[in-house]
Structures are given as C-alpha cells and as structure tokens.
C-alpha cells in the first residue's frame, strides 16, 4: 500500500492478509484515535472504540466499494456508527459498576497517551456540544466536514448519503447555527468555529 492512497483491493485484503491490516492500521490509527477521543472523555472508551473501529473493519472489508467513498471515509463512517452505539449503550446503563466490567488493563503509559489525546481534543468536544442542538441528520454533517475537516464528498460516503443532499444538510446545519449564535446572548467563548460558518 506504500504511502498512496490504499485501493479497493488493499481495502480487501485486510480481512485476510495480516501485512495489509498492519499498514492500513498504521496508516489510519491516529486519525481514527483522534476522531473518537474528539467525541469520548474515557481514556479506556477511546482504547476500546478504536479497537472495536479495525475490528469491524477487518469483518466489512469484502464489502468496501471504492465508488462509494475513499477509505478514510469508509473508516470513519464505522467510527461514527460505533461512538454513536456506544453512546446509545451508555444512555441507556444505569450501573457504574456494568461499565467498568469487560476493560482491558491499560497501564500508566497507555492513559497517558490516551488522556493527552482527550486533552488535545477538548476544545472540539464543545464544539460538538454546541452543535448538539442540531437534528441528528444535520449535525453528522457538519460534524464530519467542519469539525473533523473531510471533503463534502468523503463526509457524503461517511454517512451513506448523496453528495448533493449532504451539501443541502451542510447549509442547513450552518444556517441554524449562526442564527443560533446571533441569538444567544454573548459570552466569553470561542468563536471560531460560528465565525467559520460565515
């Protein structure tokens, strides 16, 4: 795979060809630990979510179609659907101590890498708060184009949509955002991301 952009056949090959997962693992592991510690505050979520990311993608390999998005897209898209059923899972647990159960031991080093990622990726985390009150279908679009910077395109294949309705979805998710900031009252915050959106 060298450093060009992998094919739908190294995609393939994942499923099969242990040299193929490690190269597409190195390839992609850091953009899918910072797209999950972006959205998760657990250090051992943000192990385990990225974990469970390469598995799902070892299983769907076979099933990736280059006509449908670049690999990072495809990547990412099975990020989304995992962080999403994770926090679904969340919702709907009651005991702490359930959560706790079924980690894997990650030692000091591993925390430390993992909560200066989630340190790194703190300020997004408000960002994706604000956007919070956007419906489900307008927020995973601008979620994916501005807060995590795919192509329209890539963002389009990550979410299973045409191009042209995830365009639509981008405007309209922008368009109530700004009206949203123009309508709070003014506070203290970064405003980066809503000036963006101009």
């Known amino acids: 795979m ?3 952009e992998p094919t739908s056949a190294d995609v393939g090959a994942i499923g099969h060809d242990p040299t193929a997962l490690e190269m597409f ?3 992609h ?23 469970e990311v390469f598995l799902a993608a070892i299983e769907a390999a076979g099933r990736y179609r280059a006509g449908r998005g670049s690999p990072r897209a495809w990547l990412l898209g099975i990020a989304r659907n995992l962080v999403a059923a994770e926090w679904r899972r969340q919702a709907g647990e009651l005991d702490k101590t ?24 703190r300020a997004a985390r408000v960002l ?46 922008r368009r109530r955002l700004r009206a949203e900031s123009e309508s709070a009252p003014a506070e203290p915050t970064d405003t980066t991301f809503v000036r963006g959106l101009s």
């Not at 953009?31 to 990225?50: I, K, M, N, Q, S």
């Open 98 to 121: 359930q959560r706790a159960a079924g980690r894997r031991y990650l030692d000091g080093d591993d925390i430390a890498r993992l909560e200066e990622q989630i340190d790194a990726e």
């Open 29 to 51: 592991v850091a953009e899918v630990t910072r797209f999950v510690a972006r959205r998760v505050g657990d250090p051992h979520t943000v192990d385990d979510l990225t974990t």
């Open 128 to 173: 994706y708060a604000s956007v919070a009150v956007l419906p489900r279908r307008l927020r995973g679009v601008i979620e994916l184009v501005d807060l995590d910077g795919l192509p329209l395109s890539e963002a389009a294949a990550a979410l299973g949509v045409r191009e042209g309705t995830a365009r639509v979805r981008l405007h309209r998710a």
């Open 25 to 27: 693992y190195r390839r």
């Open 2 to 4: 060298g450093d060009a």
